[in-house]
Structure formats: structure tokens, C-alpha cells
């Protein structure tokens, strides 16, 4: 079985500009979570959407923006991109909303220049 | 919100030697996990634990989780265990998972 998917892998971004990041989760599970990773530190949640609604929400600024569609996939959204946004950012997947073990993706590798 | 912290931060070891990482948190929680992050960067998950005892090969995991520590095992380690060892865990309030990770512990293992 294929397990969390993301994409793109890597990309390159302007100041300014805006990116969206794509992710599958494993079949049959309907909780999709995003999270960055700045580097030398451990990943921060962003967002957590189950069953097509926003569950939970990081403290990111309204440049983030995410959404679920009805095949469970997410995309992630971030606008005006700063030099700061340049990180890893991971998706994760899990049966249920809460008390599930999470997996995660490759994730995406995004600089901003 | 709660706290994790890992010990130690850094680890150094030769072939074949056995180590225990820690992972304190400040509350109760309803998940907790351990990762290790390979150097392409990704996730890869060792453990769901967030109480009990489990082993798998050559690692093993203990949680207490009324004193609120974990404890992952590596025996016999190889180079291929190098990268960064991950806690995270999650308190479940509202009914969704908001895994806070530790710092890590980075292992280097030498032939």
C-alpha cells in the first residue's frame, strides 16, 4: 500500500510569491495534518483536517491556508511568501481524528529566495 | 501548552553499543510517538506509545506515562540508525491530534 504522498519535493519561490503543496493520504484514513520544519528544529503543526473540516490550527499567520477535499487529499496554501517560510513541510495522515499513530510523508522542500 | 523535552541532545556511538534516549512531557497526554528522521528528511515512525511497552527488533520503548517520561531503547546499533530521534506527543483536547515535538537527540553511529 502507498503511503502518505506529497508534492512537489523541492521548489524554489520568490518573495512574495505563492505556493501550493499537495498531499494523499494513506488509503481509508481520513485526517490529514500539516506541519513545518525549520532546520535544526522539530516540526511545527500548522493545521488538522478530518473528514473535510478544520479540526485544529498552529499558530501560523492567515498566509497559511489549507483545505481537504472529499477524496481526503489536502493542499496547503501559503501566500506573500517570506525569506522565513523556507523549510520542510510535512504532511501526516491518521484513521481518526485523535489517539491515532500519525504518518508522514517525504515532504516538501521549499525555499524562499 | 505542554513541554517535551529529549535527552540527551546529541549522541555519539560506535557499532554494536546499546543506548537509551528520554522524553519528558509536562502533562498527561493521549499519543506520544517516537520518529526517527533519516537525512532525506523524512518521518519515519517507530513507535505509538503512549503507555506500555513495546519492542520492534532491535529498539524498544517504554512509557510511564502517570510519571510522564519515555524511554526508547536502541541495541546492537548500526550506521544506519544515525539521524534524528524524535518525541511527540499530543494531548488530544478537542478531539484532534496536535503532536508537539521534542528538539531531538541526533545520533551519529561509527563503524
Known amino acids: 500500500d502507498a503511503g502518505v504522498t506529497q508534492s512537489p519535493t523541492h521548489l524554489i519561490k520568490t518573495r512574495g510569491q505563492q505556493v501550493t503543496l499537495r498531499c494523499s493520504p494513506i488509503s481509508g484514513h481520513k485526517s490529514v495534518s500539516w506541519y513545518q520544519q525549520v532546520l535544526g528544529q522539530g516540526p511545527q503543526f500548522i493545521f488538522q483536517y478530518y473528514e473535510k473540516e478544520e479540526r485544529g490550527r498552529g499558530n501560523f499567520p492567515d498566509r497559511f491556508s489549507a483545505r481537504q477535499f472529499p477524496n481526503y487529499s489536502s493542499e496547503l496554501n501559503v501566500n506573500a511568501l517570506l525569506l522565513g517560510d523556507s523549510a520542510l513541510y510535512l504532511c501526516a495522515s491518521s484513521l481518526g481524528s485523535s489517539g491515532n499513530t500519525i504518518y508522514f510523508g517525504e515532504g516538501s522542500w521549499l525555499t524562499v529566495v | 501548552g505542554i513541554q517535551v523535552e529529549q535527552s540527551p541532545p546529541d549522541l555519539i556511538l560506535q557499532e554494536g553499543a546499546n543506548s537509551t534516549l528520554r522524553c519528558n512531557f509536562s502533562?498527561?497526554?493521549?499519543?506520544l510517538q517516537w520518529f526517527h528522521q533519516n537525512p532525506w528528511g523524512q518521518l519515519i515512525n517507530l513507535f505509538y506509545i503512549p503507555s506500555g511497552t513495546k519492542q520492534n527488533g532491535r529498539l524498544s520503548a517504554t512509557t510511564v506515562a502517570t510519571e510522564r517520561y519515555s524511554l526508547l531503547y536502541i541495541s546492537s546499533s548500526q550506521t544506519t540508525d544515525s539521524g534524528v530521534y524524535f518525541c511527540?506527543?499530543?494531548?488530544?483536547?478537542?478531539?484532534?491530534?496536535?503532536?508537539?515535538f521534542g528538539a531531538g537527540t541526533r545520533l551519529a553511529v561509527h563503524p
Open positions: 502533562d498527561s497526554v493521549n499519543n
Open positions: 511527540a506527543v499530543a494531548a488530544g483536547s478537542g478531539g484532534y491530534n496536535k503532536l508537539i
